[in-house]
């Protein structure tokens, strides 16, 4: 069964500095979607990229997506106190059964900013 | 145009005892997904349902678990003789009909003692 793998699993850097997190995943996709977590709090939807776009951007995020290597990117520049906390990929699958959307989590990278 | 309401944000059930968890989607969706997230882990799906209908169960365990999304009222996810490792956090997500992204409810914290 396809899955999101996130790596690295954890990410630590400084005040303004950019944030690279990376996603992998096994099997065909329609679209591949980015999702943060703060600490014990629910998901907040970031982006969402279809499998026949490259490159998409939203305020300091940029995501790219390479569907022949089954990877994805998300970018986060000059990166914020505030933008600590878990990031998650997600794809559904294509052909799902019964029209099914379910997503596949990866395991996320957990990423802190210093002040 | 609320976001996504799930109650309790937090459930305190000892082994053998039930549990429900309750999913209010984002007015005009009719998808709700139920997903089951173990500390230190990513989201697992467990059921995708459509008003009055179960679409996909694939994730859900053959014992003590079911989803119902009635014609009026939240989606419930009810848990059977809860034991210990059903302690997690389950989030209910809602879309509207076409279209793949999924918004979350702050999710239910369950504990078992």
């Known amino acids: 069964s396809q899955q999101g793998e996130e790596d690295p699993q954890a990410l630590s850097i400084q005040e303004g500095e950019n944030a690279t997190m990376n996603c992998s995943y096994k099997?065909?996709?329609?679209?591949l979607q980015w999702y943060r977590q703060n600490s014990g709090r629910g998901l907040v939807h970031l982006i969402l990229i279809r499998s026949n776009e490259r490159e998409k951007h939203s305020g300091r995020l940029r995501v790219t997506l390479d569907t022949s290597k089954k990877s994805s990117s998300l970018l986060i520049t000059a990166s914020r106190a505030a933008d600590t906390a878990s990031y998650f990929c997600?794809?559904?699958?294509?052909?799902?059964?019964?029209?099914?959307?379910?997503?596949?989590f990866g395991q996320g990278t957990r990423l802190t900013i210093n002040p | 145009n609320a976001g996504v309401m799930q109650n309790p944000r937090h459930l305190v059930r000892r082994r053998g005892q039930e549990a429900r968890l309750r999913c209010s989607p984002m007015?005009?969706?009719?998808?709700v997904y139920w997903y089951r997230q173990l500390p230190e882990e990513g989201l697992k799906f467990m059921v995708y349902l459509q008003k009055e209908n179960i679409i996909d169960e694939s994730g859900m365990p053959k014992e003590r678990f079911s989803a119902e999304f009635p014609k009026e009222g939240p989606s419930i996810l009810r848990i059977q003789q809860v034991v210990r490792g059903d302690s997690a956090a389950y989030f209910c997500?809602?879309?509207?009909?076409?279209?793949?992204?999924?918004?979350f409810g702050p999710g239910t914290r369950l504990t078992v003692l």
């Open positions: 997600a794809t559904d699958g294509r052909g799902s059964t019964k029209g099914a959307q379910k997503l596949v």
């Open positions: 099997t065909s996709i329609n679209n």
């Open positions: 997500a809602s879309s509207p009909p076409v279209d793949s992204k999924q918004f």
């Open positions: 007015k005009g969706h009719s998808h």
